[in-house]
């Protein structure tokens, strides 16, 4: 998931940068890969913390871009809680 307020480029080189860190973080990828948008970074902030607790063990990464001051711009989470992320649309 990326965030929707930033420009198309960024917002894909951040869904890298969060698939890489969940593979540093956890080994090999999920086996789908679905991208979707959140608003904004509180909106991304808040599915994360929504898709953690919605099951028991869930992994989630939030990756956070040092060129943008730290921002939370994209996260890659745990395909077990669909659930949290099933209102948020795709990334355009």
């Known amino acids: 998931m990326a965030r929707a307020d930033l420009a198309p480029g960024l ?3 951040q869904v890298g ?3 890489i860190t969940w593979v540093l973080a956890h080994g090999a990828p999920p086996d789908n890969l679905v991208v979707l948008a959140a608003r ?3 909106e991304l902030l808040e599915v994360t913390r929504r898709a953690s607790a919605s099951v028991d063990g869930a992994r989630v990464e939030v990756f956070r ?3 943008l001051d730290g921002e939370a711009t994209a996260a890659a989470v ?3 809680a669909w659930r949290a992320l099933s209102s ?3 990334l355009r």
């Open 17 to 19: 940068h969060a698939l």
């Open 88 to 90: 948020l649309p795709l």
């Open 78 to 80: 745990d395909p077990r």
């Open 11 to 13: 917002a894909a080189a």
């Open 65 to 67: 871009e040092p060129d």
């Open 40 to 42: 904004d970074e509180a």
